[in-house]
């Protein structure tokens, strides 16, 4: 059995009449972690744009993304608020269940911070004469000026928290601490902490700092108990953060949904984009059955407020979310190419052709289009063939996805090639 619907697109544009098997799915379960970055998918569901395209969101909170993978895997979620490398490493198949994932949205850019504890903080002050406005750089040298300090004095390393080994976290973090000369495999501990639980555990002393998304680094500082010490931004500004998830053969089973769902959550960033809803936007966030924060604090890290202590220093951080503009919605495979490259400077893959196709396999920029237009294209100052953003890295690199050993060889602190895939994530 067959409809017959008109397919409006993102700009408004009503698509000339298609026929959609009915028996394609409406009513989808969507899994998410209580992060700012799965704001498209709350208000889609909340404020009624998935409605609008004959969907049904019923949105699972959950509390890890081992659990996350592992749910979309086994069909009790059928898409997924998830990290840009998940769907890369899938593909790879990397990890304790690589089920083939694919990424047709990208949920946004930003949103991720890097948080020491106070504690450790005042140590690389009074070793280095860090000043409290040093940059990104500057702060990671300072810690690795008190690493070799701690290892002279005989204390064990620091232990560092990151949300999954197949993250931005985990390799913004490792980006960041190589660039101070931090070896992130030897000179500390990485260790896997749920986003709700990092300030929580940087309270406790059980890490020594962490990196998350929005609102938990804000939690810690504003508790005393943590110091921002670099944003996403300092890393890379073009990193890829969340995108939304789904297994390939669900998406070729409901093609017509997944276009519905695409221009209900492009609608969906349209709206969160605009400053105009930021309160809106931060009361619905902070309700306890999704983000669970203070309104406030959503409030400062939507306008990129950062505290970066309880002393109250602040620091602002200009477009720290994009939820729409500069084409954050687009699903970039030249950005699966960078997590490639930072799946082999770590050793969790080794390079071939395959590899390299199957990393960018994962980003369904076609899917996107089918469903937007050739309107929402990248514009050509942002295609591979344009700058890209290949700059801007904190420690001056650009990024050649045309030369993709070369470039990981480049690095001076990387775990070296060819390594064995790892096969386990927890």
């Known amino acids: ?67 996350v993978r592992d749910r979309l895997a086994f069909r009790q979620f059928d898409i997924a608020h998830m990290l840009s490398p998940m769907p890369v490493a899938s593909m790879l198949g990397l990890g304790s269940n690589p089920s083939p994932t694919i990424a047709p949205f990208s949920l946004g850019r930003g949103g991720n911070a890097i948080t020491l504890s106070a504690r450790i903080f005042e140590r690389m002050k009074s070793l280095t004469g860090l000043g409290d406005d040093a940059d990104a750089l500057a702060n990671a040298k300072a810690l690795a000026a008190l690493l070799a300090d701690m290892r002279e004095r005989g204390e064990p390393v620091p232990t560092l928290g990151m949300t999954y080994p197949f993250s931005s976290h985990n390799y913004e973090f490792r980006y960041w601490l190589a660039a101070g000369g931090i070896d992130p495999d030897r000179d500390v501990k990485l260790v896997v902490v749920p986003p709700p639980l990092t300030s929580d555990a ?103 407020e950062f505290s970066l202590d309880a002393q109250g220093r602040k620091r602002v951080v200009p477009d720290y979310f994009l939820f729409h503009r500069g084409a954050a919605n687009h699903p970039r495979p030249d950005q699966a190419s960078w997590i490639y490259s930072q799946m082999l400077r770590w050793g969790q893959t080794d390079f071939s052709d395959k590899g390299m196709a199957h990393a960018r396999s994962a980003f369904r920029p076609d899917l996107y289009l089918k469903a937007l237009g050739q309107d929402a294209a990248l514009p050509d100052e942002a295609s591979e063939k344009g700058a890209g953003g290949y700059e801007g890295f904190v420690d001056g690199k650009r990024f050649d996805p045309d030369h993709l050993q070369a470039y990981v060889e480049r690095f001076p602190v990387r775990s070296g ?10």
Not at 257 to 284: F, G, K, Y
Not at 417 to 426: A, E, I, K, Y
Request: hydrophobic share 45%; charged share 20%; proline share 6%.
């Open 417 to 426: 090639l060819p390594l064995s895939p790892v096969t386990s994530d927890g």
């Open 202 to 304: 940087l309270a406790a002393g059980a890490i020594d700092g962490f990196c998350v998304g929005a609102p938990w680094n804000m939690i810690a500082s504003e508790r005393g108990t943590g110091r921002i010490v670099a944003a996403k931004q300092d890393i890379w500004p073009l990193a890829p953060e969340k995108v939304l998830g789904m297994r390939p053969d669900w998406a070729d089973a409901n093609s017509d949904t997944v276009s519905r769902l695409i221009v209900a959550l492009d609608q969906a960033a349209r709206w969160c984009d605009d400053p105009i809803h930021h309160n809106e936007l931060a009361e619905i966030l902070s309700a306890p059955e999704y983000i669970a924060a203070p309104t406030s604090i959503i409030r400062r890290v939507l306008n990129g």
């Open 1 to 67: 059995m067959s409809d017959m619907v008109s397919i409006q697109s993102g700009d408004g544009a009503i698509h000339a009449p298609v026929i959609v098997n009915s028996k394609e799915q409406r009513t989808l379960r969507a899994g998410y972690i209580p992060l700012m970055d799965a704001s498209i998918l709350i208000v889609a569901a909340e404020l009624g744009f998935a409605t609008k395209e004959g969907l049904r969101l019923e949105l699972v909170r959950d509390v890890t993304w081992a659990n």
